[in-house]
């Protein structure tokens, strides 16, 4: 349990991790772009919407809701069933530069620390 208390400090509230507010200028941004996607599905999407588009417009109209990570989540999974074959196309060619670059800097971060480890030996 101790250990779940120092996670949770940590990325809420302790020196090393990110900050609340940070955490929740992220959200709203992740919100942001996510509204402009939704609302280039509304001005293609087919009359009535599909039941996709009704679940991602209930998760949005909550009023005096703070919206979540969560949510945004939930909608941009949403989304990917809305989605033209182009815009398809962009977003997976985009997740997969994303997923590359993440991956590259993962092992970098490891040789960095494999380096550390072989010149501290020495």
């Known amino acids: 349990m101790r250990g779940i208390k120092t996670w949770f400090f940590n990325i809420f509230g302790g020196r090393r991790g990110p900050k609340v507010d940070e955490i929740w200028a992220l959200t709203k941004q992740f919100h ?6 939704i609302t ?14 009704e679940r991602i417009r209930n998760i949005t109209v909550v009023e005096n809701k703070r919206l979540t990570w969560q949510d945004a989540y939930d909608i941009e999974q949403q989304l990917v069933h809305l989605y033209d074959e182009e815009t398809l196309n962009v977003e997976l060619s985009r997740r997969l530069l994303e997923a590359g670059c993440i991956a590259a800097s993962q092992r970098l971060s490891v ?3 494999l380096r550390g480890k072989c010149h501290s030996s020495r």
């Open 32 to 37: 942001v772009t996510l509204q402009s996607q």
């Open 40 to 53: 280039k599905v509304e001005q293609t999407a087919p009359e009535p919407p599909p039941k996709t588009l």
């Open 111 to 113: 040789v960095q620390k």
